[in-house]
Nanobody
């Protein structure tokens, strides 16, 4: 069983930056594809970014590509999401997730992830 704890959310003005972190415990971190998802009020949970076991492969939602960067440190069991040029539409609860399946076409789907954190709130003011 993998436990995931997100941190780093907060309130920021449009154009600003935030760095989210996710700390994992209880499993072999380097065996999981890691992803970030977000959910705004009244909307479905949506894919943001994912990173392969080794960190070599990454995937991004079109809406965040070029602004967000996902990375991982397997020695520290952490995955981070650097968010730059934030927009009000980025406001959401951001979740970290772990997928036991191998890297395959970007691991975009919510339902394929096995473990989830409780989320960290990101609010971008205009």
């Amino acid at each position: 069983q993998v436990q995931l704890v997100e941190s780093g959310g907060g309130l920021v003005q449009a154009g600003g930056s935030l760095r989210l972190s996710c700390a994992a415990s209880g499993g072999t971190f380097s065996h999981y594809v890691m992803g970030w998802f977000r959910q705004a009020p009244g909307k479905e949970r949506e894919f943001v970014a994912a990173i392969s076991w080794s960190g070599i492969s990454t995937s991004y939602a079109v809406s965040v590509k070029g602004r967000f960067t996902i990375s991982r440190d397997n020695a520290k069991n952490t995955v981070t999401l650097q968010m730059n040029s934030l927009k009000p539409e980025d406001t959401a609860l951001y979740y970290c997730a772990a997928d036991r399946a191998p890297w395959s076409n970007g691991n975009y789907y919510v339902n394929e992830y096995d473990y989830w954190g409780h989320g960290t709130q990101v609010t971008v003011s205009s």
